[in-house]
DNA sequence: GCCGGCCTCATACTTTCGGGTGATTTTGGC
DNA sequence: GCCAAAATCACCCGAAAGTATGAGGCCGGC
């Protein structure tokens, strides 16, 4: 019981635990290096420079092994043909499912045009400031930071033509 | 002359020579503390403790910053209604009859994706000022102003996906 | 060799975007 | 009628995009 404990204790918190077992380790090694080290007066930069790689291999090493791999999402996409031009039928299901309104779908069609934020205030009859505020909270929604992020995104997931 | 080839180098090596004078910067500054260090003598620990975690640091953010993000691959299957199944093949008669060069062709399918001028300069191992010469170009010659404009017209001549 | 096109980069400047905050008005549903 | 969500607008600020101009390096054709 106590040995599980212990080992799952162990196991979940291996890395810092090594990390701080290294750092002990060093420890001991510079008291015992430390005499020669002030005979050796010169060497007291090489050993630093020693020290300085030695800890960056570390960390490159703790990122590496710390680091979890992004996951990509891949769509496999399988192709359905269609004989006429279906006109187009917007996905339904992701517009509602991110809480895009009506106004800011708009708004991205006519992004996907290339209009400009104030073009776009112009033909909607609205101020550029609205077309900012949709625009910023479709980004939001959309969880992109570009109007041709989103503009990508909204084309992928069929939102837009 | 000289200063191009000078700011070249330093570009291409911009890393390297970075950590190289990290690493003289802080030799100096040991040298400058190494009275201080003598006089608390105890303090010696704390102080390569602090190398450590600095260099460890250095590490970490060395390893972010070159090495390419691990990724993940998840596979999913997503339902796509195409009209036609080919390919795409890029139209190249309107690519040259434009003028559009290789390297600007290039930029333009990474805007396509909704990459910053950034993310496109780091991606081609070029300055942001080259690739907002190449933008610039590519907007005179396809007679666009945006970069929005552009991705939505390149995808109608069909010079990009 | 030299010229032109392409690629590269820089500097300086203007415009457009996007974030953040706050506020008022419409509107749709209960 | 009331409430919540949507739509509208404003202001500020910083970041990104785009314009203009000049310049050096490299390469292929003449």
């Known amino acids: ?11 979940h918190y291996k890395i810092p ?26 060497a007291f930069e090489v ?14 090493w703790l990122t590496r ?22 006109p187009f039928a917007i996905n339904e299901r992701e517009v509602d499912q991110l809480g895009i309104s009506k106004r800011e779908l708009e708004v991205l069609g006519l992004m996907a045009e290339g209009l ?14 609205t077309v900012k505020t949709h625009s910023s909270r479709l980004f939001e929604k959309m969880e992109v930071r570009r109007r041709t992020q989103a503009v990508e995104k909204g084309k992928r997931m069929n939102i837009i033509p």
């Not at 399988?78 to 031009?85: I, L, M, N, R």
Request: aromatic share 8%; net charge positive.
């Open 17 to 42: 635990l090594l990390y701080g077992l290294s750092l002990a380790a060093l420890l001991l090694v510079l008291k015992w290096l430390e005499v020669r080290i002030l005979l050796i007066d010169h």
């Open 116 to 129: 400009s934020n104030q073009e776009i205030a112009d033909r909607l009859f609205v101020s550029l400031n």
């Open 1 to 11: 019981m106590k040995r599980s404990r212990l080992s799952s204790f162990i196991h």
């Open 65 to 86: 092994k710390l680091s979890r791999p992004r996951v990509e999402t891949v769509l496999v996409e399988k192709e359905v043909y269609v004989q006429g031009g279906l």
């Open 47 to 60: 050993y630093i420079g020693g020290i300085a790689l030695l800890f960056t291999a570390l960390g490159i």
